[in-house]
Nanobody, 122 residues
Framework: VQLQASGGGLVQAGDSLRLSCAAS????????MGWFRQAPGKEREFVAA????????WKTDSVKGRFTISRDNAKNTVYLQMNSLKPEDTAVYYC????????????????WGQGTQLTVSS
């Protein structure tokens, strides 16, 4: 599967932004999809994941209550709605298609998107 992420940008603390990830592939509706991020000088970390049907989601603690992951299987697209952004959310955000769980592990990812930069100024 090929993934194309978009929607990053420069925002101020407290702002909202939505990332999108368009996927190609016939199995999209069965694929668990997710988002990771990598801040400068840090390792890539799990942000959120969503089941194929969209009925189950998982998020890292630091984004709970602020970020929402969703998907539109008719459009082969997964979204990450980010609210109340903080400077520590600054990172390159990567969408991911999983081949297995656990979903917080990079080694569980089968395909990566190219990344989109989010910068949150204070």
């Amino acid at each position: 599967v090929q993934l194309q992420a978009s929607g990053g940008g420069l925002v101020q603390a407290g702002d909202s932004l939505r990332l999108s990830c368009a996927a190609s592939g016939r199995t999209f509706s069965r694929d668990v999809m997710g988002w990771f991020r990598q801040a400068p000088g840090k390792e890539r970390e799990f942000v959120a994941a969503i089941s194929g049907s969209g009925g189950s989601t998982w998020k890292t603690d630091s984004v709970k209550g602020r970020f929402t992951i969703s998907r539109d299987n008719a459009k082969n697209t997964v979204y990450l709605q980010m609210n109340s952004l903080k400077p520590e959310d600054t990172a390159v955000y990567y969408c991911a298609a999983y081949r297995s769980g656990p979903y917080s592990y990079m080694t569980s990812v089968g395909s990566w998107g190219q990344g989109t930069q989010l910068t949150v100024s204070s």
